[in-house]
Each structure stands twice: as structure tokens, then as C-alpha cells.
């Protein structure tokens, strides 16, 4: 017996060792992969790749300093045992993104078939579906329905600037500014998107904060979901990892369905919110639906969550690095509040509609440098569909991710003289739009649908913050950003401090 023993633990030895064996030949061959083909690349670490900086420091810090170690048009990266291209140049990122989109149609991020909501959103799903649900939900950012819904944006805005004065200036309190204007941007999706007024800013229950804390809290684990679900995605498929936390589907579930049933119930409908559309939608996908295609029910949840967290996560993200960077540089500040308080002197009214806030062209222009130099996703990521001829050195083969790091070009000298600094005028003249330069929205078809939207909801704000107070600094010019999120966040948040004027 003890033979048998011995001979069976002999076996597992060495079946451990060959595997291992076969392990390191397969990771020293994929590791050499852009080594062989003669392509620059960034060092990777076994198992790992390029991905060692996980939960210590952030992927927006990685693209940022990318740039300066490999200052070329592209670079080799390995994502975990994966190896993907990474383009740093505003050229061969206009072939990618829009001249030969053919080639690259789809994003690399993925859930798998257990998340739905995660895999089914119009940010991640793929083609064919995901042609048919821009071409549907286009209409919900018509210039028409934008005028309707800014009229709301100066709602809640006004009762921002109520709120800073209440519980900040009032009570000589320091605001944490991302939980501030996730506030303001909850408050005004709950409209958008469910019909409902409510106003947590007016301290009001609102049945939307709860899942808005859940979808913009970066905690470790929601941390290395992400990172798997953006750049493992196969583990995030194995591992059933979720796009959005379970209290969050759940809570847009339960909401979605239950105001979807009294409309029915009481022959109601309200046009200018999303979820008529999307009923709507979801009578033809059902119309035109195939053996093999997703639930529609599935299809419309998805957009709904998607849209709560793209209104809510990037626009306070923006409004808080603005109002930081502005407390930094008075100068600014000033030409700011002149701009604004002039419009509304000669409108005679404090609040500015849709078009008088398109006119404000400076507080356009420090809105666009605060994007610039503060890109909530610092790149944008394509997979290849088929052999692809990139230059005369290479070709992309099918099935590689390609990455565009945005803050390689965002931060080049070439189109942005002294890039470190921030200088609004800069896209107060024409800039060279021959190549795709600015990239905080993407670029080509999957440009983000929610463009104007998201930029109205910041103006508003930032229009009556300015015309009603001074910032001034609190924190340091340089901050940390959150080593557990996948898109920029600040380390601790950000805060100002409000000057009634």
C-alpha cells in the first residue's frame, strides 16, 4: 500500500512539474510575441503581463506614464498572458476608430452570457446588435429633447447652489465634491430616465441614490471586477463576474418594471423620459426577434443602467476636476464668472437655457481643457475582426485588442503646446481637426451617444456654481487618483471651498 502511495505521489510530482514546464514554454512564448515580430513592448511579468500595477496604482496612472517610457506611435502590451496593441498616434488612431472601423467594430471588454446587463448595454454589446440599438436610441439626444431636459438640468442646479449653501457654507463644512454632483446628476437621470422627480440635493428621499452610491463606489472588489471584465475578460466570464453589483441590477430592475406597470395599468406615458423609448424598443426586438437573440427584456435593463451610470460617473467625475483645477488658477475663475455674469445680465435672468449655455464659449473651452487633461477613460479599445495591415511593419491579426491610450495624445506637444498646464484658450481657436486629437467621447461610430448630454449637465451646473461662488483651493494641485477604479477617480475625492459672492 505504501508503494502505491508513494508511486501515486511520484505521479502528481511529476505532473506538477510538467505542467509547470509547459506553463512557462507557453508564457515565454506569448511573452516574446511582439519581441518576435519586432514591435516595441512594454516589459511584462509572468501571469500578470503588464497588468502587476493592479490595486496599488490605477490604469489611467499606467497610460499616462506609458507615454513617457514609450514615446512611439504604438506599443506591445500584455494584458495578463494576452498580448494587445497599444496606439499612441492621433493618425493611425483615425484608421481605427473610423476609416477602417470595418476591421475593428467591436469592443475587447466583455462579462460573458451570465451578465446581461453588463454584456447586453449599448457601451459593450457587439454587432449586429449593437447597430440596431444606437440607430433606437439616437432620438433620446435629439437637440429638441436636450432643450426640454436642460430646462430640468437648472432645476437641480439651482438647488445645488442651495444645497452648498446649507450644508457647506452655513455649516463651515468641507464638501466631498464627486458625492456632491452625484447627487445633482442622480437627481436629474431619475427624470431622464424614470419619469420620477425626487431631490436628494433638497434632502428628500430618492429611490435612485441607493443604487447611484452602489455604481459609483470604487471598492477592491468592484475594483478587480472591473479590471478583469476590461482587460481579462475571459476570467470575468469564468469567474461570472458582474458590470454592475448585484444591489444595483436588482435596484434597476425592481424600478424599471414597477413604473412600467402602472403605465400600464393606468394608460400612461410619459414621451420625454427613456423608458417609453425603450418600451417602445422593446416591442420591436421582440417583432424582430431570432431563435438565438437575447431576451429583450434583458436588452432594455441594460440600456437603463448603462445610461444612470454614464450620466452619473463621468459628469461629477468632470465637474469636480473643473472646479479643482479653476480654485488653482483665479485668473481663469474670473474670465469665467465675467462670462457668464455678463450672459445673464443680458438676458435678465439668473438661470441660462440650452442655447444661451451653448453661447458661453469660454466656460466650452474649460470644460473641453478639464476633459483634456482629465480624460475619465484614458483609452478606448477595439478588438480585431480580421487580419488587418496597420503599416509597413505590421499586421494585426484577428482576435488582438487593440488599446488607444488617450493621454498619449491628449498630453502630445505636437497638438497640445505645454500640455502639463492648463490652458483652457488653447481650444478657443481652431484646433487641427485632421486627425482625431480630442478623444474624451471616442471617435467614428462608437463615439458616445451621450456626448451632448453629458456636456449640457456639466455646463448647467458649472454656470450657476460660478455665477454664485468663488472656489478656492483646499488639497494640493496634484492629486492621487484611486488605484481600484478602471476610469479616473480621485484618491479620497476632491474638495473646494465655496465663497458666497
Known sequence: ASEIVWLLIRSLIGVLIGSFIILCLYLRKTYNYWKDRGILYDKPIPIFGNLGFIMRRSIWDYCYELRKRHPSDYVG?????????????????????????????????????????????????????WKKL????????????????????????????????????????????????SMYTSDTVAYNVFGIRVSILNDKPSPLWYITRHMVQWTFWRGLEFTMIFFVPIMAAILRFKFFSAPATDYVKNIFWDIAKHRKEDDTKN?????????????????????????????????????????????????????????????????????????????GRDVLDYNELL?????????????????????????CAKDYKLDDNLTIETGTPVFINVLAIHYNEKYYPEPEKFRPERFM?????????????????????????????????????????????????????????????????????????
Open 77 to 129: 502590451i500584455f494584458l495578463a498572458w494576452n498580448p494587445v496593441l497599444m496606439v499612441q498616434s492621433p493618425e493611425l488612431a483615425k484608421n481605427i476608430l473610423i476609416k477602417d472601423f470595418e476591421y475593428f467594430p467591436n469592443r475587447y471588454l466583455y462579462s460573458g452570457y451570465s451578465d446581461p446587463l453588463g454584456t447586453l448595454n449599448l457601451f459593450t454589446v457587439r454587432n449586429p446588435l
Open 134 to 181: 444606437r440607430y433606437e436610441l439616437s432620438p433620446m439626444f435629439t437637440s429638441l429633447r436636450l432643450r426640454k431636459i436642460t430646462e430640468l438640468m437648472n432645476i437641480n442646479a439651482t438647488e445645488l447652489v442651495k444645497k452648498i449653501k446649507r450644508d457647506y457654507v452655513e455649516k463651515n463644512n468641507v464638501a466631498n465634491l464627486k458625492e456632491l454632483f
Open 271 to 347: 414621451e420625454n423620459d427613456f423608458i417609453n423609448i425603450l418600451l417602445k424598443l422593446k416591442k420591436k426586438l421582440n417583432d424582430s426577434a431570432e431563435p438565438d437573440s437575447p431576451p429583450a427584456d434583458d436588452v432594455i435593463l441594460a440600456q437603463a443602467a448603462v445610461f444612470i451610470l454614464g450620466s452619473i460617473e463621468t459628469s461629477s467625475t468632470t465637474i469636480s476636476f473643473f472646479l479643482h483645477e479653476i480654485a488653482h488658477h483665479p485668473e481663469v475663475q474670473e474670465k469665467l464668472y465675467n462670462e457668464i455674469s455678463e450672459a445673464v445680465s443680458r438676458k
Open 359 to 383: 453661447e458661453l464659449k469660454y466656460l466650452a473651452a474649460c470644460v473641453n481643457e478639464t476633459l483634456r487633461m482629465h480624460a475619465p477613460v484614458p483609452y478606448l479599445e477595439r478588438l
Open 429 to 501: 481657436t481652431e484646433i487641427d481637426t485632421t486627425n482625431p486629437v480630442f478623444l474624451t467621447f471616442g471617435e467614428g461610430p462608437r463615439f458616445c451617444i451621450g456626448k451632448r448630454y453629458g456636456m449640457m449637465q456639466v455646463k448647467a451646473s458649472l454656470a450657476q456654481l460660478i455665477l454664485h461662488y468663488k472656489i478656492e483651493s483646499v488639497l494640493p494641485y496634484t492629486v492621487k487618483t484611486d488605484p481600484y477604479a478602471v476610469i479616473l477617480a480621485p484618491e479620497g475625492g476632491l474638495s473646494v471651498n465655496f465663497v458666497p459672492r
